[in-house]
C-alpha cells in the first residue's frame, strides 16, 4: 500500500504567486516526521522543511510552509510568491518510528514549473 | 553542516564488471545511511538500510548479492554494484542523518550509472 501519495504529477503556477503541493500519508505510528524535498534538474536533494507529528503549529521556513492537518493525515506544501529557480521536482516524505525502523520513503513527486 | 559526500559522480562501465560508490559523512558522525535508486522522472527508492559495524538491511526485492553495502566506519559506506547489467543503469543516492524521526536525510550529489 502506498504510504505518501502525491497526485498532482505536474502544476504550474505563475511567477509571484503561490501554489500548493498535496500529500497524504498512510501511517500507524504515532511518532513521524513529514517533510518536503526539491530536485533540480541537476539531481541534487535539497531539505525544504520538516513537520512532526506531535508539532500543533505548522512548520514555516521563509517562502514555504507545512498545511499539517493530522486527521486527515495530510502534508500539503504551500510556495508563496514563486521564483523561476522554484521550477524542480518536489518530493512529500515520511520518517516513521521504531515500527518503521527510521526509513524515509518518499511519494512519486511533483514538477512544478513556474511561468514568466 | 551535515556535508554528504558522494563519489563518483558519474561512472560507465562495461557490463560484467563491477563498480563501488562512495557515500562520506564529513562533519557528522553517521551511525545509518541509507542508499536510494532513481529511475528517470520516478521517485526515490529505497535499496537498503546501512548501519556502521553491521550487515545491512535490504528492501524487498533488492539483491543484496548484487548490490554489495560495506558501512566499515561513522563516516564512510559504499555501495558496489556487483556483475553490473545494463538494467542496473540508474541514479543511486545515498543518505544520513544525525537523528531519527525528526532528522531529515542529508543527501550526497547521487552517482549517475551506465553500463553500456
Known amino acids: 500500500a502506498q504510504k505518501i501519495t502525491q497526485t498532482q504529477p505536474g502544476m504550474f503556477v505563475q511567477e509571484k504567486e503561490a501554489v500548493t503541493l498535496d500529500c497524504t500519508y498512510d501511517t500507524s505510528d504515532q511518532s513521524y516526521g513529514l517533510f518536503w524535498y526539491k530536485q533540480p534538474s541537476s539531481g541534487e536533494m535539497i531539505f525544504l522543511i520538516y513537520?512532526?507529528?506531535?508539532?500543533?503549529q505548522n512548520a514555516t521556513e521563509g517562502r514555504y510552509s507545512l498545511n499539517f492537518q493530522k486527521a486527515r493525515k495530510s502534508a500539503n506544501l504551500v510556495i508563496s510568491a514563486s521564483q523561476l529557480g522554484d521550477s524542480a521536482m518536489y518530493f512529500c516524505?515520511?520518517?516513521?518510528?521504531?515500527?518503521?525502523?527510521?526509513?524515509?520513503?518518499f511519494g512519486a513527486g511533483t514538477r512544478l514549473f513556474v511561468k514568466a | 553542516g551535515a556535508v554528504v559526500s558522494q563519489h563518483p559522480s558519474r561512472v560507465i562501465c562495461k557490463s560484467g564488471t563491477s563498480v563501488k560508490i562512495e557515500c562520506r559523512s564529513l562533519d557528522f558522525q553517521a551511525t545509518t545511511m541509507f542508499w536510494y535508486r532513481q529511475f528517470p522522472k520516478k521517485s526515490l527508492m529505497l535499496m537498503a538500510t546501512?548501519?556502521?559495524?553491521?550487515?545491512?538491511?535490504?528492501e524487498q526485492g533488492v539483491e543484496k548479492d548484487k548490490f554489495l553495502i560495506n558501512h566499515a566506519s561513522l563516516t564512510l559506506s559504499t555501495l558496489t554494484v556487483t556483475s553490473a547489467h545494463p538494467e542496473d543503469s540508474s541514479f543511486y543516492i545515498c543518505s544520513a542523518s544525525v537523528g531519527q524521526t525528526n532528522s531529515p536525510l542529508h543527501f550526497g550529489n547521487g552517482t549517475r550509472l551506465t553500463v553500456t
Open positions: 513537520q512532526g507529528s506531535y508539532d500543533e
Open positions: 546501512s548501519n556502521e559495524g553491521s550487515k545491512a538491511t535490504y
Open positions: 516524505a515520511m520518517r516513521e518510528g521504531d515500527t518503521g525502523g527510521f526509513k524515509t520513503i
